[in-house]
C-alpha cells in the first residue's frame, strides 16, 4: 500500500498557499481512496507525519542548536532578527510553507473525512482520529497566534467550493472555539497517557492544549481589550474559566506528577516512565538512524539576559531587591548563592560541570566564552539541556538529547494564572499548584495572605495584583528557555517591557568576564552590563501592528473577501 503521506509531501495537489495555486492543483479527492484507510494502522501512518511539525531541535551540521526563547527579553541569540525587536517588519509579497499556509489544516481535514473507511480496533480507529482533530487544534492556534482572524475549514473542500476558496476571516473568538471544539473531541476519543503507545498524543495532552489555547485567547481579549487587536464585547472571562477548568481536570486525573530533580529534567535521552513528561520527541543518531538533527555545543550562539537572571527569588522567598540574602549581581562565583536552585539549574557558574570525556576525565566551566562566532552572547550560557555526557563519535558534540514537547508543570501554571486573572484564586489553589513547583526545589510557598511588595516587579505598560505579577514570575523562571516567551508577551500585551530598550548581559567587571573580553570589543551600560547588541540599538516595537503577522499581498489580491491586519 502507497504511504499517503507520501502523497503528501512528495505531490504538489496539498498545498494551498494561494487562491490561484490551490485552484491550479489536482484535488485530493481524485487521488484513489481503495488503498487508503482500511485499517487503523493505515490511520496511523497517515497521522505520524504531522509529529514532525511539533517543536524539537533544529537540524544542523554545524553543531549549534538555538535555544528556546532566544529571541525574547530573556535570551539572546546572535542577532535580534525577530519583530520583537522591530528589525523584522516587512510585509510578505506571497505565501509559502511558512506563511498564511492552511497545508496541514487540509490534510487533516482530508483524513477526517476519510477515517470512515477503516475497519478493526475501534479503540484504535478512536485514537487516531482524535490525534488527528488534535493536530488540527494543534495547527489552527499556530495560525491564531500569527494572524488572529483566520477562515474556519471545517471539512476538506475542492477548487470548485468558493465558499471556502474564497473565504473571509473569522472572528479570532470563534477560532479559538473552534480549537477548543477539536480538541473536545479528542479528549473523547483518545486514550490516557497510560494506555497510548510511547510518546503519542493522549487525551491528557489534549486537555493541556486546551488550557493553553483557552489562556493564551482569554488573556489576549483581556490585555488587548479597546485596540485594534481586541474582541469587541469580550473580557476574555469565559476563556480564562474554560483554561482554569481544563487544567484542573489534568491534575485531577492524577497521571501526572512532578519529577523530583528539576535539574535534570532536561537533559535525558528519552522520558519513558518520567511521571511529569507528557509528550516529547526522541533524537538517537545510532537507532533511530537520525544524523545530524541534534548537535549540540556549547556556549551554542545563545545566552539569557540579566533581565532574566534577576527574576529569580532568593531562598527565603522573598525577591532580592528586598532580601538579605541576595549576594548581588556582580560577581559570576556568587550569582547563585541564596537563589531559587531553578537559577543554578539554568545558567553555568565556575565550577560547573562541563563535559565528562569517554576516559571519565571531567572538565568544569570556568568562565563565559566570547568567542568571534558568538558575537552576541550575553556571558550567561545556558545550564539547562546541557548533556555533560558527549558522543564518542563527537568529542564537542551530544546528539541524543530529547525535546521536551509537553510536561505536567505548565498546567498547573496555567490552573494558577486563570484563577489569578478571574480574580477567585485561594490559598488552596495556590498549594496545589504553584507551591508543589516551589516545594519541588526547596523553595517556601507562595502566601496569598503575605506576598512581599517587589520594588522592581516588570514595568508591563500597567498595573497588577501582587499575585499575578507572582503568578506571572513563577511561569518566567519555571519555564524559561522552553519556548513560551514570546507567545506570553503577545498575549499580555507587554511591549512596555523591551520596546526602546535593549537586553543586557553579565557585569564586565566582576574579575571574571573582565579577564576573557577585552573592553574595547564590547559595549557597557551605564552600570557595566554587556549591551550585546548596541550597534543594532535599542529595540523598536511597533505595537500598532507587530503583535501580529501581516498577510501576504497576493492573498489580499487573489481574496477580495480577506483583509489585512491592523497597522500593515
Known sequence: MKNILKLFFLSGILALTSCDDFLDKTPLDEVSEDAFYSTPSDLQAAVNGWYNDLPGWSATSI????????????????????????????????????????????????????????????????????????????????????????????????????????????????????????????????????????????????????????????????????????????????????????????????????????????????????????????????????????????????????????????????????????????NFATLEMNRDPRLAATIMAPGDLIEIKDDGTEEYWEYPDFGSTNSGLTGYESEKYRNVVYDENYDDFTEDTSRIIMRYAEALLIFAEAKAELGTITQGDLDKSINLLRARVDMPDLNLAGIVTDPNWPNYGYTLTDILYEVRRERSVELMAEGFRADDLYRWRAHALFDGDQPRGAYYYDGIVSTTLDESDVTLDSDGFILPFASTGNYNFDESKAYLNPLPTDELQLNPNLTQNPGW
Open 63 to 330: 553543531g549549534y542548536n538555538i535555544l528556546p526563547d532566544m529571541y525574547s527579553d530573556v535570551g539572546t541569540a546572535e542577532e535580534p532578527s525577530n519583530r520583537l525587536s522591530g528589525l523584522s517588519y516587512t510585509v510578505p509579497t506571497s505565501a509559502t510553507a511558512s506563511v498564511w499556509s492552511f497545508d496541514e489544516v487540509r490534510e487533516t481535514n482530508w483524513l477526517l473525512d476519510h477515517v470512515d473507511q477503516a475497519s478493526g480496533d475501534q479503540t484504535l480507529i478512536d485514537q487516531y482520529t482524535g490525534e488527528t482533530y488534535f493536530f488540527r487544534a494543534y495547527f489552527y492556534f499556530e495560525l491564531l497566534k500569527r494572524y488572529g482572524d483566520v477562515p474556519i475549514f471545517p471539512v476538506y473542500f475542492d477548487n470548485l467550493d468558493d465558499e471556502y476558496v474564497y473565504a473571509a476571516r473569522d472572528p479570532r473568538n470563534e477560532v479559538a472555539d473552534f480549537i477548543i471544539s477539536d480538541l473536545d473531541t479528542a479528549i473523547s476519543l483518545m486514550q490516557s497517557f497510560t494506555e497510548v503507545a510511547t510518546s503519542r498524543v493522549s487525551k491528557e495532552a489534549a486537555q493541556l492544549l486546551k488550557a493553553r489555547v483557552a489562556l493564551y485567547e482569554g488573556t489576549w481579549e483581556h490585555y488587548h481589550s479597546g485596540t485594534d487587536f481586541g474582541v469587541s464585547g469580550l473580557d476574555g472571562s469565559t476563556f480564562l474559566q474554560t483554561a482554569a477548568d481544563a487544567a484542573e481536570d489534568l491534575m485531577d486525573s492524577g497521571v501526572f506528577s512532578l519529577y523530583s530533580d528539576y535539574k535534570t529534567l532536561f537533559n535525558q535521552t528519552g522520558y519513558a516512565g518520567n511521571s511529569e513528561v507528557m509528550l516529547w520527541r526522541d533524537y538517537n543518531s545510532i537507532d533511530l538512524g537520525i544524523n545530524n538533527v541534534l548537535q549540540q555545543t556549547w556556549p551554542n550562539r545563545s545566552g539569557f539576559t540579566k533581565f532574566a537572571i534577576d527574576s529569580y527569588l532568593c531562598i527565603d522567598g522573598n525577591p532580592t531587591a528586598v532580601s538579605s540574602l541576595y549576594q548581588g549581581n556582580e
